[in-house]
Structures are given as C-alpha cells and as structure tokens.
C-alpha cells in the first residue's frame, strides 16, 4: 500500500439517543403586561413519538463515511474525510498508525 486509496468506514451508532425539548406550557408575556400560558401538551407528544422514531431508526442504519487514505511512510496513513452531500469549508484529517 504505497499509493493512495480510497475506503469507507462503515459504523454502528450504540447508545444513540434523540429526546424531544418541547415543554407541555409555553409562557407568553405582551408589552403591555398581560400573559398567557399556551397549551402545547399535543405537539409535545408529537415531537416525542418522532424523536422515538428517529432514534430507533439512527439505532439501525449504519454510519458510512468514505475516506481517502495516503501512506505517510512506515505503518503511518493521513485518513481525509470525503464529502458526501454538503460540500464542508475545509477537509477534515487525521494522521493514524497500524499496528
């Protein structure tokens, strides 16, 4: 492995977890002193059975991320993170060793 490659790293998510911040009661003060309490007990569980959704879903899909990998000499390789679907301002790396 001389020359430069490519792979992907492919990855189980274990102990994901998405929970839902959406409180039962929302406070709303006006500028001219009134306030209100409004109900949102309904979007609340909403937000709840999706973050459930959601989090058994991350739970099952694997992560896969490919990689370019350049041999730095000896049993050191330079991992440069590919983008994917959202080009990203600068390459993400880092330098590793097998062992």
Request: proline share 6%; hydrophobic share 40%.
């Amino acid at each position: 492995m001389d020359r430069p490659f490519q792979c992907e790293i492919v990855a189980k998510r274990i102990g994901v977890s998405l929970v839902s911040v959406k409180p039962d009661y929302e406070y709303i003060g006006y500028e001219n002193g009134e306030s209100i309490w409004r109900d949102q007990r309904l979007e609340a569980r909403i937000n709840e059975a999706m973050a459930q959704g959601a989090t058994e879903l991350a739970s099952r899909v694997p992560w896969i991320q490919p990689f370019l990998v350049t041999p730095q000499g000896g049993a050191r390789f330079k991992l440069t993170m590919q983008h994917q679907l959202v080009p990203l301002s600068r390459d993400y790396s880092s330098v590793v060793e097998l062992r």
